[in-house]
């Protein structure tokens, strides 16, 4: 707008020359503003982030922003496929419990029964596998997730399926973690694992009575060698992180 003004009375000559000059100043000043913010916004991109490339030198606020992005939208699409396959396996088990899918189903799953299937394929809180996420590839950061897309450094114990090694020995055993095509791939096995699980019995049973993310973790004492500390970490990362906006 102060750029029209001026420009329209030094057109109509209803100033005097010195203010010309002045208000021919303004209008330079404005134009280079003008063209300054022009290359400033025009220099701004969006990030895309890929697991395979960690860049350098980023601040905590960075990294996390970095994890959010690769992280939220694959959790987030595992997460609905596991709640809808659930949702009409609990349908289909009320209606024909005895049906050729129950069955397939329940050796997936290695369940003993109907409603042992049920409690095993119900997906806990998505609060929970970020954290848990966040905490075993270090905020996105880890080796495995970069050459692997393996988020929670599941081993493999197939040398026929892809895979990396982890760069230790057990003894003379060189240990191998699984390399998966997607994030999402290994957000399910992930699921897959703590469905199956016999160290996970009791957490599988604990999420049918509740969602509670803070209560589920403390039954994920077996899943770390850090015990009860290791569900403990895991509530203040939710918490510190309010991850359980990601549950609503």
Request: aromatic share 8%.
């Given at each position: 707008m102060l750029y029209n003004c001026a420009e329209h009375l030094i057109k109509q000559g209803d100033i005097k020359m010195k203010n010309q000059i002045l208000l021919s100043s303004i209008l330079t000043l404005l134009l280079a503003g003008t063209t300054l913010l022009s290359a400033n916004t025009s220099?701004?991109?969006?990030?895309?982030?890929?697991?395979?490339?960690?860049?350098?030198?980023?601040?905590?606020?960075?990294?996390?922003?970095?994890?959010?992005?690769?992280?939220?939208?694959?959790?987030?699409?595992?997460?609905?496929?596991?709640?809808?396959?659930?949702?009409?396996?609990?349908?289909?088990?009320?209606?024909?419990?005895?049906?050729?899918?129950?069955?397939?189903?329940?050796?997936?799953?290695?369940?003993?029964?109907?409603?042992?299937?049920?409690?095993?394929?119900?997906?806990?809180?998505?609060?929970?596998?970020?954290?848990?996420?966040?905490?075993?590839?270090?905020?996105?950061?880890?080796?495995?997730?970069?050459?692997?897309?393996?988020?929670?450094?599941?081993?493999?114990?197939?040398?026929?399926e892809p895979r990396v090694a982890a760069g230790k020995k057990r003894g003379k055993t060189t240990i191998y973690v699984k390399k998966y095509a997607t994030i999402a791939d290994s957000i399910k096995d992930y699921y897959r694992v703590l469905a199956t699980g016999r160290a996970f019995k009791g957490f599988r049973a604990a999420k049918m009575k509740t969602n509670n993310p803070y209560t589920l973790v403390k039954h994920l004492d077996k899943y770390s060698e850090r015990g009860a500390d290791y569900g403990k970490e895991l509530a203040s990362m939710i918490r510190y992180n309010k991850l359980t906006k990601y549950d609503d």
């Amino acid at each position: 707008m102060l750029y029209n003004c001026a420009e329209h009375l030094i057109k109509q000559g209803d100033i005097k020359m010195k203010n010309q000059i002045l208000l021919s100043s303004i209008l330079t000043l404005l134009l280079a503003g003008t063209t300054l913010l022009s290359a400033n916004t025009s220099t701004q991109k969006t990030v895309h982030y890929t697991a395979s490339v960690i860049p350098k030198h980023m601040s905590v606020k960075e990294k996390k922003a970095r994890f959010f992005a690769l992280l939220v939208p694959a959790v987030e699409k595992v997460h609905k496929e596991l709640e809808a396959e659930y949702l009409a396996t609990k349908k289909l088990v009320a209606q024909n419990p005895n049906s050729p899918k129950i069955k397939a189903l329940m050796k997936k799953y290695s369940a003993k029964n109907p409603q042992d299937l049920l409690v095993r394929m119900k997906p806990h809180p998505q609060s929970i596998t970020l954290a848990q996420s966040a905490m075993e590839s270090a905020w996105g950061t880890s080796r495995f997730l970069q050459e692997a897309n393996n988020v929670f450094g599941v081993w493999s114990f197939n040398k026929n399926e892809p895979r990396v090694a982890a760069g230790k020995k057990r003894g003379k055993t060189t240990i191998y973690v699984k390399k998966y095509a997607t994030i999402a791939d290994s957000i399910k096995d992930y699921y897959r694992v703590l469905a199956t699980g016999r160290a996970f019995k009791g957490f599988r049973a604990a999420k049918m009575k509740t969602n509670n993310p803070y209560t589920l973790v403390k039954h994920l004492d077996k899943y770390s060698e850090r015990g009860a500390d290791y569900g403990k970490e895991l509530a203040s990362m939710i918490r510190y992180n309010k991850l359980t906006k990601y549950d609503d």
